[in-house]
């Protein structure tokens, strides 16, 4: 749980790619200030897990299952979590991943694996809970993209590409959605400590080097990403809209 607080009473909060890392600390901070929570991930026993420890602080959680890269589930999902409410007040989308190799060894699977789950199931998660939050006219929406967004970084072709994709597309829909009183913002995190990025760091010469492109001389821990998004999520940052918040320990100050 976090130690940033917003009231957030009342509020129903999507998570995708909830059942771990980002979006597991997320669905945690959302719930412990006051939201109730919806998890989706593919991996209903990690959904599980999660839904267990909200509950076991007295707050409130709805979990199933999504594959975002499939348009058809990603509407199933908020059509799901909308019935279960009653409504949407804010969606995090989380869901991503990385297929690390240099640009000449990127196959067309890699590439569009990575760029159907973290931009166009991005994309689509969004339009799908736009159509609920338009009628409401109100609504929050907070992209988890990362500073991979501001700068290359080797073995990172579709993975650059595709966050970069994310960071433009918050503006379009900040732009297109202000008119219905809904913030489209993202959160660009660093390096973090997740099971995505647990492999890379067993090599110990990149772990350095991650270390070494970070000002503050620390890699974060998905904790770190989520006072950014409460922050966005709450009424702290209503004229907040189609920007970024950098979570890089100055990584892109360089």
């Known amino acids: 749980m976090t130690k940033i607080?917003?009231?957030?009473?009342?509020?129903?909060?999507?998570?995708?790619?909830?059942?771990?890392?980002?979006?597991?600390?997320?669905?945690?901070?959302?719930?412990?200030?006051?939201?109730?929570?919806?998890?989706?991930?593919?991996?209903?026993?990690?959904?599980?897990?999660?839904?267990?420890e909200i509950e076991e602080k007295g707050g409130e959680c709805f979990i199933t299952t999504a594959d975002v890269s499939r348009v058809s589930e990603c509407y199933e999902m908020v059509e799901k979590v909308y019935q279960w409410y009653g409504k949407l007040d804010i969606l995090v989308n989380s869901a991503g991943i990385n297929i690390p190799r240099m640009a000449v060894e990127v196959t067309e699977e890699d590439w569009d694996k990575v760029i159907s789950i973290n931009l166009k199931g991005t994309f689509?998660?969004?339009?799908?809970?736009?159509?609920?939050?338009?009628?409401?006219?109100?609504?929050?929406?907070?992209?988890?993209?990362?500073?991979?967004?501001?700068?290359?970084?080797?073995?990172?072709?579709?993975?650059?590409?595709?966050?970069?994709?994310?960071?433009?597309?918050?503006?379009?829909?900040?732009?297109?959605?202000?008119?219905?009183?809904?913030?489209?913002?993202?959160?660009?995190p660093t390096f973090l400590y997740t099971p995505l990025t647990k492999p890379m760091f067993e090599d110990k010469e990149f772990h350095e080097e991650v270390l070494n492109r970070i000002p503050m001389r620390r890699i974060g821990d998905p904790e770190d990403v989520t006072g950014a998004v409460i922050y966005l999520a709450s009424n702290a940052s209503d004229l907040v809209t189609g920007a970024t918040i950098l979570v890089d320990g100055g990584w892109v100050a360089w």
Do not use: H
């Not at 500073?147 to 080797?154: D, R």
């Open 5 to 52: 607080k917003a009231d957030l009473t009342g509020k129903v909060a999507l998570i995708t790619g909830g059942g771990r890392g980002i979006g597991r600390a997320v669905a945690l901070a959302l719930a412990d200030c006051g939201a109730k929570v919806a998890i989706a991930s593919r991996t209903i026993e990690e959904l599980q897990m999660v839904k267990a």
């Open 124 to 188: 689509f998660c969004c339009q799908a809970a736009g159509k609920k939050m338009i009628p409401q006219r109100q609504g929050k929406i907070i992209n988890i993209t990362s500073q991979m967004s501001f700068v290359g970084f080797y073995k990172r072709a579709a993975y650059c590409a595709s966050k970069g994709g994310v960071t433009q597309l918050t503006k379009v829909l900040a732009i297109e959605w202000a008119p219905y009183n809904i913030n489209v913002n993202c959160v660009a």
